[in-house]
């Protein structure tokens, strides 16, 4: 299976979750090590698929598929990458603001992360301020990651971010904020470090923002 790398690619590109499974589990078989599945095959295949959904030719039900099938590979070899002591992309706090209990697009987007190479932490839906805060302090978080689906739940964003910012951890890390009513104005408004429109393009955004911590 000389081309194994490429054929990973292409059950998460199909969506394809057992062909993932079974193809990461032979690259493992092969010797191939964690660090070079998560590089050569799952984080390329995810850019990938990130890039079909801005052209239009991939739409949310199939950058889904394609999410679900990267975790099943991600999930064989996690533990690989821990053993190995592989440092993280970045560590990512996400979860849905308090009094917000609308998650796909939340999920969506911690797969992409996690696809992506960062080590992400969901702190699932209705998390309040004090949460999200706790979590970057236990985690050591970089980017903390919040969505709303609710106009009457998007002001709680504001919060979480002045509740970072009071605790004297807002330099730390980044936030950014998403979900269906957010705009790039109301991130700049209450202080957020970045919007991104759609789950095809939080890799990218993370990425610029840990680039300028350094």
Same mark, same amino acid.
């Given at each position: 299976?000389?081309?194994?790398?490429?054929?990973?690619s292409?059950?998460?590109?199909?969506?394809?979750?057992?062909?993932?499974?079974?193809?990461?589990?032979?690259?493992?078989?092969?010797?191939?090590?964690?660090?070079?599945?998560?590089?050569?095959? +799952?984080?390329?295949?995810?850019?990938?698929?990130?890039?079909?959904?801005?052209?239009?030719?991939?739409?949310?039900?199939?950058?889904?598929l394609?999410?679900?099938?990267?975790?099943?590979?991600?999930?064989l070899?996690?533990?690989?990458?821990?053993?190995?002591?592989?440092?993280?992309a970045?560590?990512?706090?996400?979860?849905?603001?308090?009094?917000?209990?609308?998650?796909i697009?939340?999920?969506?987007?911690?797969?992409?992360?996690?696809?992506?190479?960062?080590?992400?932490?969901?702190?699932?839906?209705?998390?309040?301020?004090?949460?999200?805060?706790?979590?970057?302090?236990?985690?050591?978080?970089?980017?903390?990651?919040?969505?709303?689906?609710l106009?009457?739940?998007?002001?709680n964003?504001?919060?979480?971010?002045?509740?970072?910012?009071?605790?004297?951890?807002?330099?730390?890390?980044k936030?950014?904020?998403?979900?269906?009513?957010?705009?790039?104005?109301?991130?700049?408004?209450?202080?957020?470090?970045?919007?991104?429109?759609?789950?095809?393009?939080?890799?990218?955004?993370?990425?610029?923002?840990?680039?300028?911590? +350094?």
């Amino acid at each position: 299976m000389e081309n194994v790398m490429s054929q990973i690619s292409d059950g998460v590109l199909d969506g394809n979750m057992a062909q993932t499974r079974e193809l990461v589990q032979a690259a493992i078989d092969l010797g191939k090590s964690p660090d070079e599945i998560l590089h050569s095959a +799952l984080i390329p295949a995810m850019d990938e698929v990130g890039h079909l959904f801005e052209v239009e030719e991939y739409y949310v039900p199939e950058m889904l598929l394609s999410a679900r099938a990267m975790q099943a590979g991600l999930d064989l070899i996690k533990p690989l990458l821990a053993e190995a002591d592989v440092e993280p992309a970045g560590r990512v706090v996400i979860g849905t603001v308090s009094g917000d209990l609308h998650d796909i697009g939340k999920n969506l987007v911690a797969m992409m992360l996690e696809g992506a190479g960062f080590e992400v932490h969901d702190l699932g839906v209705d998390v309040s301020s004090e949460d999200f805060l706790n979590a970057v302090y236990e985690k050591n978080a970089d980017i903390v990651a919040i969505s709303a689906m609710l106009t009457t739940t998007m002001l709680n964003m504001e919060k979480t971010v002045k509740t970072l910012e009071s605790s004297g951890l807002r330099d730390q890390v980044k936030i950014i904020i998403g979900g269906a009513p957010v705009t790039y104005d109301f991130a700049e408004q209450i202080g957020a470090d970045g919007h991104a429109p759609d789950a095809s393009q939080v890799a990218r955004l993370v990425r610029e923002l840990l680039a300028r911590k +350094l």
